[in-house]
């Protein structure tokens, strides 16, 4: 299986940049897409294929990566993106998920 | 409006058997292939399984394939999760997704199961 790791927090200030990592443990190429789950709602998703922003996501997230290394940026973080974001692979089955990286305002 | 509505979920013992429904709307769901995913309660995400749009082939998690089942019924618009034998790390909240090359671009809002004596 393809084993995804991501920090488990990052703490950011309002207005600042904040960049996610997510590392694979084999290549993915750029079947790479995020997901933003907010307390007690299910997973949104953000990016899909690595740098593709998904219909209604505000253009202050992006995505970029491929290979093993992926990055999902907020900038400017806002309030509102206070959340947990998971990546996911789609590059082989079984689709498999990162633990997950907890968004906490400083 | 897409929408995902799970039902079923919830208190059942353990070596029982559970089936999970999922109604969708908003779109054809003929077209679509469809996922389950779980999360559990330390908040990881599993895949289970998927199945293609007219139902004639299904994907597993290996470690899940013997006991989970994926089936829908497209006159209904509905995907079902047949659960069986569960154990207490199924306990989970259990999501439908539909399921678009491999990304999960709508959810469900989940269904909760708790297996517990």
């Known amino acids: 299986d393809t084993v995804l790791t991501q920090s488990p927090a990052l703490a950011v200030s309002l207005g600042q940049r904040v960049t996610i990592s997510c590392r694979a443990s084999?290549?993915?190429?750029?079947?790479m897409h995020w997901y933003q789950q907010k307390s007690g709602q299910q997973p949104k998703l953000l990016i899909y294929?690595?740098?593709n922003l998904e219909s209604g996501v505000p253009s202050r997230f992006s995505g970029s990566g491929s290979g093993t290394d992926f990055t999902l940026t907020i900038d400017p973080v806002e309030a509102d993106d206070i959340a947990n974001y998971y990546c996911?692979?789609?590059?082989?089955?079984?689709?498999?998920f990162g633990s997950g990286t907890k968004l906490e305002i400083k | 409006e897409v929408q995902l509505v799970e039902s079923g979920g919830g208190l059942v013992q353990p070596g029982a058997s559970l089936k999970l429904s999922c109604v969708a709307s908003?779109?054809?769901?003929?077209?679509?292939?469809m996922s389950w995913v779980r999360q559990t309660p330390g908040k990881t995400m599993e895949w289970i399984g998927d199945?293609?749009?007219?139902?004639?082939?299904?994907n597993y998690a290996p470690s899940l394939k013997n006991r989970f089942t994926i089936s829908r019924d497209n006159a209904k618009s509905t995907l079902y999760l047949q659960m069986s034998n569960v154990r207490s790390e199924d306990t989970a909240t259990y999501y439908c997704?539909?399921?678009?090359?491999?990304?999960?671009?709508?959810w469900g809002q989940g269904a909760s199961v708790t297996v517990s004596s």
């Open positions: 997704t539909r399921h678009n090359y491999g990304v999960m671009d709508a």
């Open positions: 908003g779109f054809t769901f003929s077209d679509y292939w």
């Open positions: 199945i293609k749009y007219d139902g004639s082939y299904t």
């Open positions: 084999k290549s993915v190429s750029t079947y």
């Open positions: 294929s690595a740098s």
């Open positions: 996911q692979q789609s590059n082989e089955l079984p689709l498999t």
